[in-house]
């Protein structure tokens, strides 16, 4: 669990101590290198604003980082199943290589052992693990002006036209056809549960999403669509809130979100999404218990077609929707991360009460 770790001032001070009673229990990533270590990593320590602090190897990678050559922060993965440790290795040695199943077969391992394998060590497949590694540096490559043929050589993918449909494929259009002058402007952002898209312009959030959402694509083509190709890569104000209220939201340090919100969807979606917002923090309810706070007790099936289509992730947190008999339900970023998400709330649930009651 994410609140197991202690504050970042201790986690911090151990970095600089190299404490070993850490290693393996705790991480850190550092924005500047994209790079995370172990706690006793004897590389220069970096500046503890730059510096995140995570409790497991596959919380790194879900949010992008790149593992230390260093200190080989895989190694226990690596040696504790060493089909997992060939294959970091094969990736280590070939990180432009556009890896496919064929390859692995052709290694001598069993697709679906493998397929496992990683989702269990690092919440992630091989092949996704190796897609994101490249995709993410080719997005801040534009992000930070480059041009598409930087971006395609920062990503590590073998042509042009690979980049172009992975690029494609995430934001719903080749990099060259982004909007030089857009209404709204794409930023990436890493999370412990994984990167994440945001879309906003200067006023408003318009979309924030898990990269990995089967949904994004549409979304987004939707908000093409809106702005008639308006689009764009970029940074924004209500960027950067929503950038800093998710990283306290994972810190521990505060649930509220306060950014503006643009909705995109029917006048009766809207007031789902405005009722989900009312739902504290670990706390859920249940379908018909939405439609039932809204006045219309027989709509719970439109509540539950209102609540799959919000595309505001967290913010609007339609993760904190169950079934009536307390089951998870459907999640479109995964109901891993809808557990997650709800096991972090009851730190926050916890704290509110404790406040009440002092």
Not at 253 to 279: C, M, N
């Amino acid at each position: 669990m994410l609140f197991d770790l202690p504050d970042h001032g201790t986690l911090y001070q151990a970095l600089l101590a190299r404490d070993a009673d850490y290693d393996g229990q705790a991480y850190v990533g550092v924005a500047t290198t994209g790079v995370f270590c172990r706690l006793t990593c004897p590389a220069r320590k970096p500046k503890s604003e730059n510096c995140t602090f995570y409790a497991s190897v596959g919380a790194c990678i879900e949010a992008g980082l790149r593992a230390c050559k260093r200190c080989h922060p895989l190694e226990p993965m690596a040696s504790a199943d060493p089909a997992i440790g060939a294959l970091l290795a094969a990736l280590e040695a070939r990180p432009e290589y556009r890896w496919s199943e064929g390859d692995i077969a052709r290694l001598g391992f069993d697709l679906s052992t493998i397929r496992r394998s990683f989702k269990r060590q690092f919440g992630m497949t091989f092949l996704e693990m190796a897609r994101q590694r490249r995709l993410r540096g080719g997005f801040e490559t534009i992000l930070g002006g480059g041009k598409v043929i930087d971006a395609q050589i920062d990503a590590r993918f073998e042509s042009a036209s690979a980049f172009r449909a992975a690029f494609a494929q995430l934001l719903g259009r080749a990099p060259g056809t982004l909007d030089s002058n857009p209404m709204l402007y794409a930023d990436w952002i890493a999370t412990p549960l994984g990167d994440m898209i945001s879309v906003s312009d200067e006023s408003q959030l318009h979309l924030l999403e898990f990269v990995d959402r089967k949904a994004l694509k549409a979304e987004l083509s939707k908000l093409d669509k809106l702005t008639k190709g308006r689009i764009g890569v970029g940074k924004t104000a209500i960027g950067a809130q929503i950038k800093a209220e998710l990283a306290a939201f994972f810190d521990g340090t505060s649930p509220k979100f306060t950014t503006p919100l643009a909705y995109h969807g029917a006048p009766f979606a809207r007031r789902v999404w405005d009722e989900l917002r009312q739902i504290p923090p670990g706390v859920t309810f249940s379908y018909s218990q939405i439609a039932a706070r809204i006045g219309r007790p027989t709509a719970t099936r439109a509540v539950a077609r209102a609540n799959g289509a919000n595309q505001i992730a967290l913010v609007v947190p339609c993760h904190r929707v169950i079934g009536a008999d307390g089951a998870l339900t459907g999640y479109g970023g995964g109901l891993w991360r809808k557990q997650k998400l709800l096991e972090i709330e009851r730190h926050y649930k916890q704290q509110a009460n404790e406040s009440t009651m002092s």
